[in-house]
């Protein structure tokens, strides 16, 4: 999956949490729904939802190539004293540069050293990556696993 | 505003709203601050305004009597009042049973709050139960287990494919759309392909012919006409005698002609044999009315050669 989609729904959640918006759509695929999830277990937001371009579904509808360009997902924003809890989340790897990390130097990553080019990682920090079989996971839980993978987006 | 029946709409008859007996709370109460409110501790007030809010004065309907209607300092045996002139007597009566009324419209007012209050009460408390149970609501079991977890969507393909079945409709479909425009298109062609061939007997494609069309436009007849058309009164437009061009364009619309020439459709008919059909059938009813005339014919002819026999045979019976 292209990365280009990633950082479209990355600038997409930024832009909303900006304009204080409750939800926020994005497009319906596997890769999205993946880091949705993983924003959901890290409480970043509030609600991961199906649904199509004109609001979350009431009961569940079935996915079809037929319906397949109307479907979205949901997601509820948070926000804390008027202050979005997801302000930042941008692209570590980019569509023509990407970051492929092995196990050891994710876990220099992790303990909050600079691996080449990218900024150390900061106690609020969250940052997802894909391992080898295409599972997205948290940085921390990759390392526990042992696991080597391509860092994708950071969120704060 | 006005006065009199105007100040209500100009109606008479209307009774005033009525008003609260006890504009004052009538028994104590204990009131307790609701949370959130007034001034925490350490913050200060505007002068000028209290820190607690002020309460309205309790005035109890016995105060109020008191106040409004006390027992007279002297109350008077029967054989005191049985001796006091009829005016005085009359007024201390007066003044007992007015004490006496007003004493029992309060009592009534009393009640009539106590029962308001108990209703209330008891409607509130129905209503915190309703929402107590409300709050205990729980999903069902079929509503539990059926309902997909985000979760699970990331197990299996996101999107339900097509069938095979599914696919082959689709397909048939969309061909017989395709097929369907193209049919249009082309029978769009060949309507424009029909006009062109009819328009064509006009075409100057000669020197003789242009010089012909050119001298006939401007002739004699043609200018004259244009003239006449110049010339005519919006207003009688109805009235004018038809022209010999709309009545040749009235049967063209009802023989389905196009540029004076047969149109696509009376074409389409002829090649796919339906004109033909119909004029077999025509001929059909025709040879049959043919017929039937004939017979009709002999007929009378029967008859008329019958009763001229008849004549002559009762003329020869009368000469005899």
Redesign the interface.
């Known amino acids: 999956m292209s990365l280009v989609n990633l950082a479209n729904v990355c600038c997409h959640l930024q832009n909303c949490t900006m304009a204080r918006l409750p939800l926020a759509k994005v497009p319906?695929?596997?890769l999205h729904?993946?880091i949705a999830?993983g924003l959901y277990n890290e409480g970043f937001v509030s609600s991961?939802?199906?649904g199509s371009i004109n609001g979350p579904d009431i009961t569940?509808v079935?996915?079809?190539?037929d319906n397949?360009s109307t479907r979205r997902l949901w997601l509820g924003l948070k926000y804390r004293n008027n202050k979005p809890v997801l302000s930042h989340l941008r692209l570590i790897s980019k569509p023509n540069r990407r970051v492929r990390l092995t196990n050891e130097e994710l876990g220099h990553f992790a303990s909050g050293k600079r691996v080449r080019f990218i900024p150390p990682m900061k106690p609020d920090e969250v940052v997802f990556l894909r391992t080898n079989k295409g599972e997205i996971l948290n940085l921390y839980e990759a390392v526990k696993k042992q696991l080597d993978g391509e860092l994708l987006c950071r969120a704060s | 505003m006005g006065k009199g029946a105007i100040r209500f709409g100009g109606k008479s008859g209307v009774l005033p709203k009525p008003r609260q007996i006890f504009k004052q709370p009538y028994k104590h109460e204990v009131y307790v601050k609701a949370h959130d409110t007034g001034y925490a501790d350490g913050i200060i007030h505007p002068r000028g305004t209290t820190r607690d809010l002020i309460r309205p004065e309790v005035f109890t309907p016995e105060q109020r009597l008191k106040k409004t209607a006390k027992l007279p300092n002297k109350k008077y045996s029967e054989v005191e009042l049985g001796q006091m002139p009829e005016a005085q007597r009359y007024k201390v009566k007066n003044a007992e049973m007015r004490r006496q009324y007003l004493k029992e419209s309060y009592e009534g007012e009393v009640k009539r709050l106590e029962r308001l209050e108990s209703y209330q009460k008891k409607l509130s408390e129905e209503r915190k139960k309703i929402e107590e149970e409300a709050q205990k609501h729980e999903k069902s079991k079929a509503e539990l287990y059926t309902i997909p977890t985000v979760e699970s969507y990331l197990k299996g393909p996101l999107m339900k494919l097509r069938t095979e079945e599914e696919t082959e409709t689709l397909k048939l479909k969309r061909e017989a759309n395709r097929l369907a425009q193209e049919m249009k298109v082309k029978e769009e062609r060949a309507i424009k392909l029909m006009e062109l061939y009819n328009a064509s007997s006009d075409f100057a494609i000669t020197e003789g012919k242009l010089e012909l069309l050119v001298d006939e436009a401007f002739s004699d007849r043609k200018l004259k006409e244009v003239s006449k058309l110049l010339n005519i009164n919006p207003d009688r437009l109805g009235t004018l005698p038809t022209t010999i061009e709309f009545e040749n364009s009235l049967k063209d619309v009802i023989l389905g002609n196009v540029n004076r020439g047969p149109s696509y459709e009376v074409v389409e008919d002829t090649l796919s044999g339906f004109n033909d059909e119909v004029h077999e059938i025509a001929e059909r009813g025709k040879e049959e009315k043919k017929i039937q005339m004939k017979q009709e014919a002999e007929e009378k002819q029967k008859k008329l050669q019958e009763l001229q026999d008849e004549m002559v045979k009762d003329r020869e019976e009368a000469s005899n």
Do not use: A, D, F, G
């Open positions: 319906y695929t596997r729904l993946q999830l991961v939802q199906r569940p079935e996915v079809t190539p397949i």
